[in-house]
């Protein structure tokens, strides 16, 4: 039997994840609704009334670089990814279940190499500023490093649980 703290530790750490998760989805929400709003302008400034914003393209270009790291780090922990099953569809339970936890295990490694590298480009780029907005560069990367660190530490629980699942013999 577990002990009570353990699963009152684990409930508190599941409660925490969900309400990450929808924290994220509906950044990426947002963040979808106001690249369509920016997008918009852009188009009917330039053909409505003939100007030219120079911001929208970046605030579009920024919005869309945030919702791809944080989209990516919530398909990684909801196990979603495209993913190509033509050869896993003909094996057998227990080698779907190795392969699919060495492919957890190969995204885990990838995307360690990702933190390190995103937390050498925010601190190196964090005093660069956009061209049209003038905030940091720095920003933006922090948006990265926070996504691909949330997305390892998910990949990091999937890879646990598809060992667990080939130590098992389970998997579906």
Sequence with gaps: MIPSNRTDAL?????????IMQAMKWAIVIGMAAMV??????????????????????????LFISIVFLG??????????LTVTVILDQCGRRLRAALTAL??????????????GGWAT???EWDQRTPALQ?????????????VTLMTLWLFVVTVINIRDVIKGEHA
């Design 103 to 116: 492919a957890s295990l190969v995204g885990l490694v990838c995307s360690t190499y990702l933190v390190r």
């Design 135 to 147: 905030i940091p560069m720095g920003i933006i990367f922090f948006i990265i490093l926070f996504a």
């Design 72 to 81: 990516a780090a919530v398909l990684a922990r909801q196990q979603a990814h």
């Design 11 to 19: 409930g508190a750490l599941a409660r925490t994840e969900g309400i």
């Design 122 to 124: 925010m601190l190196r």
């Design 37 to 62: 709003v920016v997008v918009f302008l852009q188009i009917a400034s330039r053909y409505l009334l003939s100007i030219s914003l120079g911001w929208s393209e970046e605030v579009a270009r920024l």
